[in-house]
């Protein structure tokens, strides 16, 4: 095997090596010993190992530039940004064909497709039998969160994908330094991810929890290939989270600095493509702007929480970049990500304008190519794919907070669960205790979208939204929720927000966007004890007095469905919700349960069919 650069020459690499540096090889035998066998199996021409250095990413950028992988786009207007075509069969993840694989079926949970893990291990290493044959393979070290945060965890992805490597240089802290930190911890999660000849019977994302290990084979989609990610931040970290006492949650992470100079961290959870980026950089409207207030982002999907010493859960984000969507991104909707992308960033199946600028639906001026590369021609659908990505370093973001540095993190005062609901589901209410937030998370539902492979507009019980992510059996799930509520806890309040309320007419009823801000200041002001509420059977709800609506353009008629409690409607959701519930058997806590039969008949016991709270 030739243990070389795998490079086109003249382009130098500064450091490649066939085994991790010789200081480090007596603590690293484990790491040193799986690169060997995986090199073995999949029989690459050549060995690299990154040090996530300035150099190096230049020299891949180069080698992927010339063998077209990347493309460069204007570098007038867009310096260093890149344009990369995927197969046009591997654009987003693939629910069915990611696998949880644990020793008892059981402990993964209907919420996932499971395979025993000998059958699962003999089935993919065929496929990575000889795989990288004439490619070089990448030795990834990284570390999901701040280098040196407790709350961090470091892992080793192993690819054949030069794509892959930019990208996780970008989403995780990459590189010598997470190396140091495997090699004073003595562990890490195992990440063996080939392209394979991306058929998409030949493709499998497989995560071995028990075994801290993942193997992902025939595609190089971000979600499915960037193990960092949603593999191991999500499926292994939830269960890592699960036995070591803390939460790894499909959440954003955001900071409101009120006038006064107060910031309250806010951490929300939102299923895949509904706007968790925007409200991590939201901007707030004129006249909070002007009265002093400031949105502070730490991060935009992922995040991971702890309960300090003071009993509050404390938050890092453990990515280090975004991987967000760009359709419907544009200087409307999110002004601080526009900022963000238009330097040093990936795009991934956009289109591109004329003169060469990348473009996709939402945005001013006109494509000429789509994101297949064939010229612009609308009978072929949408010129960039819906599932469209930008990845950008987070630091580049306006409103990137240096507190997502913090070893400890940062404080969390609510928690805010919310989904694409068009009809039933107000615009805020909150949980009256932690059971009562547990069983709101559980009961989350949403209108599937074009981040998962699949139909579009589906609705579907997503609890959390880790339905896609949660790597264990999901009742054990709800009771590790559960378990936070015990003395010496100083938990969050937890909220639920439904941004897609529609009226009759199909259309959004509530602006969104900036105007969110107005919602969460009803919710920092519960979480300080400022704010009102009216109790109803399914939680507490601003009174119209409550909330800062001065400005907004809403008839009476678009508040009160806003803002009302269909008892009818709840009756009906809480007995879907119950029979939601009943399928994880005996794995369901009966804590869950009661809580969903208390809200049931609360709802059972109010006579009337429409609870006015708007009043
Ligand atoms: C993502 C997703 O890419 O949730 O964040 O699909
Ligand atoms: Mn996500």
Not at 373 to 398: K, L, W
Request: net charge negative; aromatic share 8%; charged share 20%.
């Amino acid at each position: 095997m030739r243990m070389g650069l795998g490079l086109p020459s003249p382009v130098p690499f500064s450091v490649a090596r066939v085994r991790a540096p010789k200081d480090m090889a007596s603590q690293l035998t484990a790491l040193n010993d799986w690169v060997d066998e995986v090199a073995r199996l999949t029989q690459p021409d050549a060995i690299h190992w990154c040090d996530g250095s300035e150099a190096e990413i230049r020299a891949l950028t180069a080698q992927m530039e010339a063998d077209g992988t990347l493309i460069r786009l204007n570098p007038e207007t867009h310096p260093n940004c890149w344009l990369h075509r995927s197969n046009p069969g591997d654009v987003a993840r693939v629910e069915k064909l990611t696998l949880v694989c644990t020793p008892n079926r059981e402990d993964a949970g209907p919420n996932n497709h499971w395979e025993d893990p000998a059958a699962a291990h003999a089935r993919l290493d065929a496929l990575f039998e000889g795989c990288m044959k004439g490619r070089t393979m990448y030795v990834i070290p990284y570390c999901m969160g701040p280098i040196d945060s407790p709350i961090s965890r470091c892992g080793v992805e192993i690819t054949d994908s030069p794509y892959v490597v930019a990208n996780m240089r970008i989403m995780t802290r990459m590189g010598t330094p997470a190396l140091a930190r495997i090699e004073r911890e003595g562990t890490f999660v195992k990440g063996l991810h080939s392209t394979g000849d991306l058929d998409p019977d030949r493709r499998w994302i497989v995560h071995f929890p028990e075994e801290l290990t993942i193997k992902s084979i025939g595609s190089g989609y971000g979600g499915n290939a960037l193990l960092g990610k949603k593999c191991h931040a999500l499926r292994i970290g939830s269960f890592q989270a699960k036995r070591e006492g803390w939460l790894a949650e499909h959440m954003l992470i955001v900071g409101i600095e009120n006038p006064q100079g107060e910031v309250h961290y806010i951490a929300a959870a939102f299923p895949s493509a509904c706007g968790k980026t925007n409200l991590a950089m939201l901007i707030p409207p004129e006249g909070y702007r002007k009265a002093g207030w400031k949105v502070w982002t730490i991060g935009d999907d992922i995040c991971w929480m702890t309960p300090g010493e003071d009993g509050r859960l404390w938050a890092i984000n453990p990515e280090a970049g975004f991987f967000g969507v760009a359709p419907g991104t544009s200087e409307h909707t999110n002004p601080n990500a526009m900022a963000t992308v238009s330097r040093d960033t990936i795009f991934t199946n956009v289109a591109v304008t004329a003169d060469n600028q990348p473009w996709w639906e939402g945005l001013p001026g006109e494509p000429v190519t789509d994101w297949q590369g064939r010229p612009y021609d609308p009978a072929n659908g949408p010129a960039a794919h819906p599932n469209a990505r930008f990845t950008v370093s987070a630091r580049q973001c306006p409103t990137w907070s240096e507190h997502a540095e913090a070893a400890r993190g940062v404080p969390i005062s609510a928690i805010v669960f919310g989904g694409r609901r068009p009809s039933l589901v107000p615009l805020v209410f909150e949980a009256r205790d932690w059971a009562h937030g547990v069983l709101v998370g559980a009961a989350m539902g949403s209108e599937t979208t074009a981040a998962a492979a699949g139909a579009v507009g589906v609705m579907r019980r997503d609890p959390m939204a880790m339905k896609p992510f949660c790597g264990y059996n999901y009742g054990d799930y709800f009771a590790h929720w559960l378990s936070f509520d015990r003395a010496g806890m100083q938990l969050p309040k937890i909220f639920h927000v439904n941004w897609f309320r529609k009226g009759a007419d199909g259309k959004f009823l509530w602006p969104g966007f900036g105007d969110n801000l107005r919602v969460l200041e009803w919710i920092i002001d519960r979480c300080t004890g400022k704010a009102g509420a009216e109790e109803t059977p399914i939680g507490l709800l601003p009174r119209m007095e409550d909330l800062d609506l001065a400005g907004l353009d809403l008839d009476a008629a678009a508040l009160a469905t806003l803002f009302e409690v269909d008892a009818d409607g709840w009756r009906g959701e809480l007995e879907a919700i119950g029979e939601y519930l009943d399928g994880y058997g005996e794995r369901l806590p009966q804590r869950l349960r009661e809580e969903q039969q208390r809200v049931a008949t609360a709802l059972g016991a109010s006579n009337e069919a429409a609870i006015a709270v708007a009043g």
